[in-house]
């Protein structure tokens, strides 16, 4: 079983759509959770962090169960914009590697 | 102001040949990884130093040699390139805590080094 998980896609949707990503990870020592993106040949930026109450920012919102090991994220009323490919990542306590799922590949469509 | 800065950006080079990558962040982060992505897009760890010293080194082989003079580098010398060294190397960084005392771990990546190997 792979670490971190991910619907690899593409998920092509309408602008203005509310499209949802998940993610599931095997290792239960986990503390840290993200949601990275990454644009056609650039590097990941942080997208935002995944707390375990479920946080939001702006359009976007990240949700974490622990108990089944599962990540997602929420993109309500998409842009152009956020079209890329948006990793789950993970890592353990510190500063130790961080490990990416191979990404869910998003096109929004005018 | 680029906070994580790799050279060169791109690396065409024959099988064969020893290349060097650089690295050099200015955001004063303790920790420095090489991560690699393939051809299937696929990111992973290569090495992670801690003020300049190797912390982990996954399986990788011993042709690729990091090189940390500093904590601010993290320089990745490959030697006998194969071709299935082709990918885009990436150079990140994290500080040991955030501004808020907490280990987030929250890594931030250089622009990365496509390297093909003819």
């Known amino acids: 079983r792979k670490e971190v998980e991910q619907d690899p896609g593409p998920f092509n949707v309408p602008e203005g759509a509310t499209v949802a990503f998940n993610c599931t990870y095997s290792?239960?020592?986990?503390?840290?959770f993200f949601w990275y993106r990454q644009d056609c040949r650039k590097e990941p930026k942080l997208l935002m962090s995944v707390y375990s109450s479920g946080n939001e920012d702006g359009r976007f919102t990240a949700q974490l169960n622990r108990a089944s090991q599962y990540i997602s994220l929420l993109i309500r009323d998409s842009k152009l914009s956020d079209s890329a490919t948006y990793l789950c990542?993970?890592?353990?306590?510190?500063?130790?590697?961080?490990?990416f799922g191979k990404g869910t590949r998003l096109s929004v469509i005018a | 102001d680029t906070a994580v800065s790799q050279t060169p950006k791109y690396l065409v080079t024959q099988m064969g040949n020893d290349k060097s990558i650089k690295c050099e962040q200015n955001?004063?982060?303790?920790?420095m990884y090489w991560y690699k992505q393939d051809s299937k897009k696929f990111l992973k760890i290569m090495f992670s130093y801690n003020n300049k010293e190797l912390i982990i080194n996954e399986t990788v082989p011993n042709r690729f040699s990091p090189k940390s003079p500093d904590k601010a580098h993290l320089n990745l010398h490959i030697n006998s390139l194969e071709l299935g060294d082709s990918a885009v190397y990436f150079c990140a960084s994290s500080p040991h805590r955030n501004r808020n005392g907490a280990a987030k771990n929250i890594q931030y990546f250089g622009a990365g080094t496509r390297l093909s190997v003819l």
């Open positions: 955001l004063g982060h303790d920790t």
């Open positions: 990542v993970v890592t353990t306590q510190g500063n130790t590697p961080l490990v």
């Open positions: 290792n239960s020592a986990s503390q840290s």
